[in-house]
């Protein structure tokens, strides 16, 4: 198995049974470099076969699965692309970094000069560093990389024959490689599918064979849209296939650790720039050389704070004197199904687009999640491209009043949301009950709301000022 597996290939290994193939590697010999390679996705949400959606082909992420370890609790802490990014490649919340929304055009958010980047601390003992593709953050001096190729983010053949040429261009260094897909993003006309690819064989979808969302309506053009993301995210794992056919090739695949994630939940309104678990909950799978099983599921609840911890563990590379970043590895316990103590995490968001501020703070456990909506008056904002999306615009066009329901949730609580929401996720999974005024969970309550208030304490959380004013119209 050497070759990136076609849309033919993927049907010739499920019905040979993909999940239930063994591989092994040897253990990593202390000798040889211990090289990074990440790769993000762009609003790709829980759509893989073994996240869950059988229709879905994603052939070569499932192979990265079968040989790595696939967690099934792993949460970006701000559903938007720039500030998600940011804490992958900081280990800080995007509260603390300075890059509170999107960096690129008139949104214009950047990270604070004294910020230490992944990138900056791995150059700086010997790294040979490359992005390939989407970065989104900035300023280049916060993220350096010593390759920086100008290519198409669709172009998932030229991403791969960049990557290759990173591999090619560093046959004895250690390095870190970020390669950034533009799928599954939405583009102007879809998601990206108008133009063919060479050597990509494109996998279609009928808007009868989706699976739709318990969050999305189930209207016709809401399938289609989600038709159209399929394909996009179908043709990025054909691009997953080529780049790990690179390293291969290269001969670096033993002495790399592979990871592969998303940035934010999926482009429809209810996920990506929401904190509900469809914008924030996303596959994670990760392959070490130095994993004695392969296969694995790991049920921790991680975040992605403790990306850059568990990398920084993985090159024995160091943090600055005195510099301290959120998260901590998850290395020690990758090989754990259920390991304990890794039962909440932390969210945070601010801003997306410039215009859309809505700043909320909060903690998801295992039975909760409590969000504390810090500018709750006001309306909640629409990313841009949601907004014009077909399934928005079917909205409204259909709405009837407020207590009218998109999917599961009322419009008038999606749109307008109150300062506190507190959900059982065990008996409501679709996050629609808010319990914050239900006075059975009055405890729970004030347990979340205090550590969400620790935890923005302890980050130095600016917004933690607007505690200090009192309306005195009160």
């Known amino acids: 198995m050497t070759e990136y597996f076609s849309r033919r290939e993927w049907f010739r290994l499920a ?35 073994s996240y869950g959606n059988p229709v879905i082909q994603m052939p070569n992420l499932e192979r990265l699965a079968s040989e790595g370890v696939r967690f099934t609790n792993a949460y970006c802490t701000t559903p938007s692309c720039t500030a998600s990014r940011s804490v992958i490649l900081t280990g800080l919340h995007n509260h603390r ?14 990270a604070f000069s004294w ?39 669709r172009n998932v053949t030229a991403l791969a024959a960049q990557a290759k040429r990173f591999f090619e261009m560093n046959p004895g260094n250690p390095f870190f490689l970020l390669v950034g897909f533009g799928d599954p993003h939405r583009s102007e006309k879809g998601f990206g599918n108008e133009d063919n690819q060479s050597g990509i064989e494109p996998v279609i979808y009928s808007p009868e064979e ?45 002495d790399t650790l592979v990871i592969f994630l998303s940035d934010n939940g999926i482009a429809f309104p209810g996920a990506k720039t929401c904190l509900y678990d469809p914008g924030i ?112 615009q079917g909205v409204l066009e259909r709405a009837k009043g407020p207590n009218w329901k998109y999917g599961k949730r009322r419009l008038r609580d999606f749109l307008h949301r109150p300062a506190e929401e507190l959900y059982d996720l065990e008996n409501d999974p679709d996050e629609v009950k808010n319990l914050a005024s239900n006075r059975k969970y009055r405890e729970v309550l004030e347990e979340l709301r205090q550590k969400t208030l620790s935890f923005r304490k302890k980050t130095r959380d600016p917004w933690l000022i607007l505690n200090n004013y009192r309306d005195p119209v009160d």
């Open 97 to 110: 970094n300075g890059l509170y929304g999107l960096m690129h055009d008139y949104h214009h958010f950047t």
């Open 115 to 153: 910020v230490r980047s992944l990138p900056w601390i791995l150059k700086e003992q010997g790294y040979a560093t490359g992005v390939v593709g989407k970065l989104h953050v900035g300023p280049p001096e916060v993220f350096p990389f010593d390759f920086a190729p100008p290519v198409s983010t």
């Open 15 to 49: 019905g040979a049974g993909l999940a239930g193939l063994s591989f092994s590697a040897p253990v990593l010999a202390s000798t040889r470099s211990r090289n990074v390679l990440l790769l993000i996705a762009d609003d790709l949400g829980l759509d893989m076969p």
């Open 210 to 254: 989706v699976m739709v969302p318990s969050f999305l309506p189930g209207w016709p053009e809401t399938r289609r849209e989600l038709a159209e993301y399929y394909q996009s995210a179908s043709r990025m794992d054909q691009g997953v296939g080529l780049i790990l056919q690179a390293l291969r090739e290269a001969g670096r695949e033993q």
């Open 281 to 392: 909950r996303l596959p994670l799978l990760v392959r070490s050389p130095e994993q004695t099983q392969k296969g694995l599921v790991n049920h921790a609840m991680v975040s992605f704070t403790d990306l850059m911890p568990t990398l920084l563990e993985w090159t024995g590379a160091s943090l600055p004197p005195k510099y301290e970043i959120h998260g901590r590895s998850f290395f020690p316990i990758l090989e754990q199904e259920n390991p304990e103590g890794w039962d909440e995490i932390y969210f945070s968001h601010t801003f997306h687009e410039v215009t859309m501020y809505y700043p909320a703070r909060g903690i998801r456990t295992r039975k909760y999640k409590y969000i504390n909506n810090l500018a709750h008056e006001l309306p909640f904002p629409f990313a841009s491209d949601l907004y014009r999306s077909a399934t928005w």
